[in-house]
Nanobody, 127 residues
């Protein structure tokens, strides 16, 4: 399995920006569809974004569409989540996710699709 390590979380003011990184190791990075999920206190973990193996296709949750951008650098085994115009509802632990079980960006990823998870990074948005 691929190992995932996130970084870049922190405290940001509403309206601000933050970039999350996830570095993968252990297996061929381009074998994996990569995604981001988040979990707010007292809520279920939810899909945020997914990117295809080549990086040419992406899909976003409606709640972040137009504000967040997922990208990947296959030469650096890294996937990014650029967050802009954040609001307090974006406060959550953000998890990087990888799957070699599912290969399409035609629908949101489900937790059952995921073969590897990162440890999570906290994002807190102050109002």
């Amino acid at each position: 399995q691929v190992q995932l390590v996130e970084s870049g979380g922190g405290l940001v003011q509403a309206g601000g920006s933050l970039r999350l990184l996830c570095v993968a190791s252990g297996r061929t990075f381009t074998s994996y569809l990569m995604g981001w999920f988040r979990q707010a206190p007292g809520k279920e973990r939810e899909f945020v974004a997914v990117i295809s193996r080549s990086g040419s296709q992406t899909l976003y949750a409606d709640s972040v569409k137009g504000r967040f951008t997922i990208s990947r650098d296959n030469g650096k085994n890294t996937v990014y989540l650029q967050m802009t115009s954040v609001n307090p509802e974006d406060t959550a632990v953000y998890y990087c996710a990888a799957t070699d079980r599912y290969g399409y960006t035609s629908r949101p990823l489900r937790q059952s699709d995921i073969s590897s998870w990162g440890q999570g990074t906290q994002v807190t948005v102050s109002s």
